[in-house]
Every structure is written in C-alpha cells, then in structure tokens.
C-alpha cells in the first residue's frame, strides 16, 4: 500500500532541509536504489482504510476510461473497496504483496461512496478490483443490505473465494445479491483435484467449488472461473479430474472459464521451490516477462510440453463442445 509511503516520500524530497537517505530507510512500503544495492523496507498494512479520503475521480476524464468492446461502449467504473488477502496460496504473488493481511472499508462508506459514483457518472457495472471482495462474509452481507435499504442497483463484477461464498450463502440468500446488481463473480477455482487443491493450498475442495457455481446458477449470477493447468505437481490424473469439473461447470447456463498455463512469479513459495530444485534463480528479466503470457508464450517458464499439448487437446474439445462457456476465453499462443 502505498498512500502513506508516497506522502512521506514527497515530503522527503520537497523539504531540502532533511537527509533524504535517512529519511528513505525510515519510510515503510519503500522500495529503493542506494548506489547498487537495492533496499527493501519494513511492510504496513494501512490501519483504517477508512481514514483515507475517497479516490478522487476528477482528477481523470472518466469516459476516456469506459470500456469499447466491439463498436459497443459499456460504461464501466473500477473501485477499490479492500487492500489484501488472507488465504496465502502458493502460487499466488498476492501474499508477497499484503503479507497475508486485509483491510476493508465499512459498508456505510462503500454503499456511500457507489452512490456518489453512480449520480456523478451513470456508469451501468460498477468492478470491484479488490484482491478479493468477500474476505469479511458480515461486511459483504451489510453492503447487499444497505444497497437494497437505499434501492441502489447497479451491475457489479468481483472476486471472490469458494468458501466465503458458502458462508455469505448461510447468512443471506444469494438471490438478495443479484436483486442489488451482482451480476458476475470470478473465482479462482484452478484445479478440479483436491490433492493439488491442498498442495496449492486454496483451502476448498472440489465439490465445494461446484457447488458454490452451481448456487450462483440458481440465481441467475454468472460464474467466471480460472483454471491453471500445468502446476510442477500436477500429474495425468490430476488433469483428469479438473477437466471432469471443468465438463460439470460448463452444463451451468452461467459459468464462462478461463483458463491457464502455470507461470512461476516472483516471491511466491513455488517459485521458491522450483528455484531450489533447479539450484538457482529463474531468468527474470524485463525482457523475458515482456514476453511471457499465461496463455502459452512463455519466456520464463515453459514447463511441460507434452502435458500442455494434452491440455490444449482437451481445451479445444471442451470449447467445440460448449462455446458459451469458452465465450470470453481467448486464444492459445
């Protein structure tokens, strides 16, 4: 998080007065250059994200920012209403990023601020870019309660968590979700195996994570799922199994998949264990992450290519078979 950091940066460098090298080891969330030597400061998790004034969208011509998609102009508006994650997966750069910590603000202040969004700019589908909105279940379940109080709707789009759905689904029917506009929500299922579910530690099984999309189905909101194919443990049968529940998902009128090849990031504990079995760093250069896509072309790492040659096979067959489901899916390179 960065809103205290670049304050007290900018301080730093305008008061001339000051030691500018003391004051940068002091500030937290810093990351520097002192001659050849990059320094790395101590993290902080801001305290109250509610102490923080409301992002300034004046500052930017908002329609320069919705979104053109096929000669058709969808007005969207992203927002940013939690800083973290708590689940740790290990192939994740998200808890490099927040150290396993959240931060959210209040529902008053969320439901309140949309308001004002949405009188200011009319968008049609607010985005949450939350790392995940549903981390508090409770403050999901109050800002659904409080837009309903205040007969706000608006087209919404979020991240959320397979087990944190379950939860909200025990407080509040996931019908009152899509009664205020929640109209897709992505999930990072990644793997229909539940041995690599736990080794991936995503802390949710398989039958859990079908029937969470199937709960959303009921509803009418759609289920946007990522897979990732390819991770150094997973084995034929593995891959047997999530296509099984990629196959299952697909027959629900409302999921749409994404899926993945495996790329090692930086600081995550994969790349930490693939870096000792290979006894030294992976290439990591600017070039080679310029590079490198998700989708196949990959500079960093190309791992397996016979298993992603299997992979695809299955991909381009699941797709013929149920295009609706790959709609948004985009090609292979």
């Known amino acids: 998080p960065g809103e205290n950091a670049i304050i007290a940066l900018a301080k730093a460098i305008f008061d001339k007065t000051l030691d500018t090298k003391h004051v940068l080891c002091c500030i937290p969330n810093l990351i520097y250059k002192d001659g050849c030597q990059i320094k790395i400061n101590t993290f902080e998790m801001i305290k109250d994200m509610n102490s923080l004034p409301p992002m300034n969208y004046d500052l930017v011509d908002v329609t320069k920012y919705f979104v053109n998609k096929k000669s058709v ?5 992203s927002y940013i209403s939690s800083y973290g994650c708590i689940s740790g997966c290990t192939f994740c750069a998200e808890k490099k990023h927040s150290q396993i910590r959240w931060k959210g603000i209040s529902p008053e202040k969320v439901v309140n601020e949309l308001s004002i969004l949405l ?11 939350d790392p995940n909105f549903s981390t508090d279940d409770k403050r999901v379940v109050d800002i659904v309660r409080l837009m309903k109080k205040r007969e706000m709707k608006i087209e919404i789009c979020c991240n959320m968590r397979v087990r944190d759905i379950l939860k909200i689904s025990e407080i509040i029917n ?33 039958e859990e994570a079908y029937n969470v999309c199937k709960l959303l189905d009921e509803v009418g909101i759609k289920s946007h799922t ?19 529940l990629c196959e299952e998902l697909c027959k629900l009128e409302t999921n749409r998949q994404f899926h993945h090849f495996f790329t090692p990031l930086i600081g995550t504990d994969i790349y930490n264990q693939l870096c000792n079995t290979i006894g030294g760093e992976i290439k990591k250069t600017q070039k080679d992450w310029a590079s490198t896509s998700t989708l196949g072309c990959n500079e960093l790492w190309e791992g397996r290519v016979w298993f992603r040659d299997y992979v695809l096979s299955w991909l381009f067959e699941l797709k013929e078979k149920y295009p609706t489901a790959f709609k948004h899916q985009p090609s292979f390179g």
Do not use: A, M
Request: proline share 3%; charged share 35%.
């Open 226 to 244: 990522s897979f990732v194919h390819d991770f150094p443990e997973e084995e034929i049968l593995d891959s047997e199994e999530t296509f099984k």
């Open 174 to 206: 996931l019908r009152e979700l899509r009664e205020v506009g929640f109209d897709k929500i992505f999930i990072g299922i990644e793997s229909g195996s539940d041995r690599i579910l736990e080794s991936i530690n995503k802390n949710f099984t398989r």
């Open 119 to 129: 009188s200011r700019y009319n968008p049609e589908r607010i985005n949450f870019i």
């Open 73 to 77: 102009t969808q007005k969207r508006i």
